[in-house]
């Protein structure tokens, strides 16, 4: 199983290191409770097994999820015209 070991941030990217050597670069618009974060929460994340975890924020982010391309899954998508 693939895991975090690091996170840092840059002005518009989330970086991820994992523990297989990759390095995950992601939009940190892709996830509005870290956009709106100030850099003190951001640095506050606690990495698990399963992901990464920001207590002040309430922001949940699973590796399988980054790997996988997947933004911040609570919003409400769009209903397809039926």
Same mark, same amino acid.
């Given at each position: 199983?693939?895991?975090? #070991?690091?996170?840092?941030? !840059? !002005? ?6 994992? +523990? !297989?050597?990759? #390095? ?13 974060? #100030? +850099? ?17 924020? /309430?922001? /949940?982010? +699973? ?8 933004? /911040?899954? #609570? ?8």
């Amino acid at each position: 199983m693939v895991r975090a #070991t690091k996170v840092r941030f !840059d !002005d518009e990217n989330m970086w991820v290191e994992l +523990s !297989d050597g990759r #390095t995950l670069g992601v939009p940190i618009a892709w996830f509005p409770r870290l956009l709106h974060a #100030t +850099s003190k929460q951001r640095e506050a994340c606690r990495i698990s097994v399963r992901g990464l975890h920001w207590e002040a924020l /309430d922001e /949940d982010i +699973s590796i399988a999820g980054l790997l996988a391309g997947l933004g /911040d899954q #609570t919003r409400r998508m769009p209903k397809a015209a039926e």
